[in-house]
């Protein structure tokens, strides 16, 4: 179960990143087109 929790929230943590990495990157975008 603990092990379970861990692998979610390691799952979540790298859609967040990839998710902030993305919206960096169109910031970026937009800021210098």
Do not use: W
């Not at 929790?5 to 990143?17: A, D, F, G, H, P």
């Not at 990839?18 to 800021?31: D, E, V, Y």
């Amino acid at each position: 179960m603990v092990l379970n929790m861990y692998n979610k929230n390691k799952k979540s943590r790298e859609c967040v990143l990839t998710f902030g990495f993305f919206g960096f990157s169109n910031q970026k975008m937009a800021l210098f087109p």
